[in-house]
């Protein structure tokens, strides 16, 4: 029985490219948030991570002037700990996904959100384990898979034996925040989608055997989501490649040389960086045991520095919000007053 779906859901996991592993004028993704305020160079993703990190430590230290027990800067996070954790989480949120039954589409979009968050902001500042479930709650909305809060956390707390404590409320605070921290940017393009656009073409070229070899890509492809950075630096149709290639580089090469000639020399590269970036992303187990209890000591010891700056940071997104509305309804009585005009 074949593996590859008949048709694509309808859910806002765009998709990048009609057939084309580069994208074209038509194409969706081209004038996407995705590809505007996702997709950046190396230099460009280490400045935004230790940058964004280095802000975040500051206002700690600066913080801890108000309170008696302290951290020196060596017991705050590296940029590379903060990965290790977030690798982490990432398989819990895959875990926990797949066993409240949510298909690919919405697990793939609650790990986007999560690495992209994360990508802006530290897990010493917000608790990564309740902005892991809101990510998912929140795609479960993006990808019309949605359920009642209610429900949502009765279902969750069914499979995660320590949840108790996920409160609606916990949900609703969260939720403002990651809408703020991914800049309301919720379309997600997933490489799944190319990866499909290529199916029919393998089944010409490989038969039966294709159906295998996309459902190893398919399986590299959630794994490059999870424990790579290249959702950042490279685009879905380019990851769905090189999820072919991974899995059986002949196949990849041929497939690539027949369908993209002109392309050729260009994604021969890129996807032999993908391999190269999947083969060295296994973390390990020593470094990450070590990052995680120093992240225990920092969230115990740094909670009210914490409360303190979410405190700050709920006040700003208010206050930004405040002002977006104000803008939006001085440009509507703006309107009003010239379509007014019209008829004096």
Known sequence: MTTIPPTLPSTSGGFDSSSGASENATSPFVDSTHRKNWIFSKDQLNEIRNKSLEKVRQQILDLQEKYSEKLSENDLLSPE???????????TLLHISTKLMYPLHVKATALTYLKRFYLKHSIMEYDIVFMMLTCIFLATKTEEKFVALAQFLENVNAVVSDAGTLTSQFIFKNELILLQGLDFNLMVYHPYRSLFAYAHDLHDMYGNDADVLYEGAQQKITELIKSTDTIFLYTPSVIALASLYIVSTDVAKNFISKMFPTQEAQLLRQVEEIKTIYHSSTPEKSKLKAADKKLKKVRKILKPQLEELEERYL??????????????YRKRDLQQQLEQKKFL
């Open 81 to 91: 700990e903060e990965s290790l954790i977030v690798l982490r989480f990432s398989e």
């Open 315 to 328: 006040a700003q997104i208010a206050e930004e919000q405040r002002v977006k509305r104000e803008e939006k």
